[in-house]
């Protein structure tokens, strides 16, 4: 007699659970999912409640925003020859024009609708431009499970400034935008590198900085490219002429000037350039942070010394600049390599301290300086054949000599973004703590130690020069 079959389905052990998982975060995931998981991480995270709350904006980011008001003064048509900030460019304003829309369609909070805008932003850096930018020099994807220890680590370090309306994360969007747009053959890619190239540094200047960099490394892909080679470069003068004609027309109207780069100055009646005024800062600070209702200035006593001794209360001129710097090189050189470590020295997620932070504040820095010092581990174990080349060095050329450009100046965290994020990716993307097996316990432990050890030393020398609000005139003329 015939027997019953019985069921061949048999019950997912978790052994098998766990290769299922391995699988699935070892192979790369498409744009759609990324999208997916960065849309529910911030999405998620400000609809329970993180990031600004309120009504107003504070700060730079509230000046953006009546910045981008002004393109409508009184209510009357909008037209972008309303721009008069001698300070910005037009795009640092117009960048968060949507913010605005979303307010005036929904009614919402100005917190809620940059909000919504940076979620968008968090969605295109992180989904896209990052992964296609990594591809595109490494020639191979990142897997889904470094993807995400990435997207962990930069919400952990940089999620509350998705929530104002200021250009940091826009501009570094619209940067690694151009920088991989130029590695497509389409024409139209490249109007399109064109035009982002140019919005990033018309709103933030610190980008032209990389501008020959970018312009490098697309005629290194370019001879990659079949055929219509000048069509591309016209493609992309076109992009960045259509993007700076507005800015041009800004400084004829409004400040006599023929140039259609951002005048950057503190004001249209000065004309000493706001960048001299910074390194003037730079010598005076070692680290600026913004409270909700103060600065907060972190002072460089032998800065301040120094100006001092040279009889000195500003630079007038970048040549003074570089002559006294060349008569203290140890003075300056110190000062820039705190300078660089402040700037890496992130202390909490947001451009503006608007909660207490300091209870967690130790486990945060204990998490970056172990990240960073992973992400320099990867650098230094780079074997000959894998060094940087073209267009690697275009790529990290672009990125860190706005870096460069930032660190004599009266340093932010947010100005050394391009960097922390790009060690993120090296820490995220390489690291593996197999590769320490091939170095004794012993020296890994007391490496570790003396990493950390130090890294804590300089904060705590830099946090123990915070001043009070009346020494405010440090940095006020």
Not at 22 to 36: K, N, T
């Amino acid at each position: 007699m015939p027997t019953r079959s019985t069921s061949s389905v048999q019950p997912i052990t978790p052994a098998v659970r766990v290769a299922i998982w391995r699988r699935l975060l070892a192979q790369p995931w498409p744009v759609w999912v990324r999208a997916l998981v960065v849309l529910g991480l911030y999405g998620g995270y400000f609809l329970l409640g993180g990031g600004l709350q309120g009504e107003r904006m504070p700060f730079d980011a509230g000046h953006y925003w009546e910045l981008a008001v002004g393109f409508q003064q009184h209510h009357q048509s909008f037209s972008l020859l309303n721009f008069h900030d001698p300070t910005r460019g037009y795009l640092a304003a117009l960048l968060q024009f949507p913010a605005l829309m979303v307010r005036f369609f929904t009614g919402c909070s100005m917190p809620t609708a940059a909000k919504v805008m940076g979620t968008g932003w968090a969605t295109l850096l992180f989904a896209f431009l990052i992964p296609e930018v990594w591809q595109s020099v490494s020639r191979r994807p990142v897997s889904g499970g470094r993807w995400l220890l990435l997207i962990l680590l930069a919400f952990c370090f940089w999620r509350d400034y998705f929530s104002f309306t200021t250009t940091d994360m826009p501009a570094l969007s619209l940067l690694l935008l151009a920088l991989w747009a130029v590695s497509r053959a389409g024409i139209s890619w490249w109007l399109v590198a064109g035009l982002s190239l140019a919005a990033a540094f018309n709103s933030r200047p610190m980008y032209l900085a990389a501008v020959l960099p970018t312009l490098l490394l697309a005629g290194w892909w370019n001879r990659q490219h079949q055929g219509l080679g000048w069509v591309r470069w016209l493609a992309l003068a076109v992009g960045v002429s259509v993007a700076l004609a507005p800015q041009l027309a800004i400084n004829r109207l409004y400040f006599n000037s023929n140039s259609p780069l951002v005048l950057a100055r503190v004001s249209s009646q000065q004309t000493t350039p706001l960048y001299l005024k910074q390194l003037t800062w730079g010598t005076r600070v070692l680290r600026y942070d913004t409270n909700q209702d103060r600065a907060l200035i972190y002072a460089d006593s032998a800065g301040l010394a120094l100006l001092r001794r040279e009889g000195l209360r500003e630079y007038q001129s970048y040549t003074q600049f570089l002559w006294v710097a060349a008569r203290h090189p140890l003075n300056y050189g110190w000062r820039y390599v705190r300078h660089l470590f402040n700037g890496l020295d992130v202390w909490q997620p947001t451009p503006y301290l608007f909660q207490k932070y300091e209870p967690v504040r130790f486990w945060v820095q204990l998490l970056n300086y172990s990240v960073l010092g992973a992400g320099l581990s990867v650098l230094l174990r780079l074997p000959p054949g894998r060094l940087p080349g073209w267009p690697r060095a275009g790529m990290l050329l672009a990125l860190l000599l706005p870096c460069l450009v930032a660190i004599p100046t009266a340093i932010e965290t947010r100005f050394l973004l391009p960097l922390h994020l790009l060690l993120l990716a090296l820490a995220a993307f390489w690291f593996s703590p197999g590769q320490l097996r091939q170095w004794p316990r012993l020296a890994v432990v007391l490496l570790a130690g003396l990493w950390l050890g130090g890294c804590f030393w300089l904060s705590d020398s830099t946090a123990r020069t915070l001043q009070p609000d009346q020494l405010k005139t440090l940095v006020d003329d």
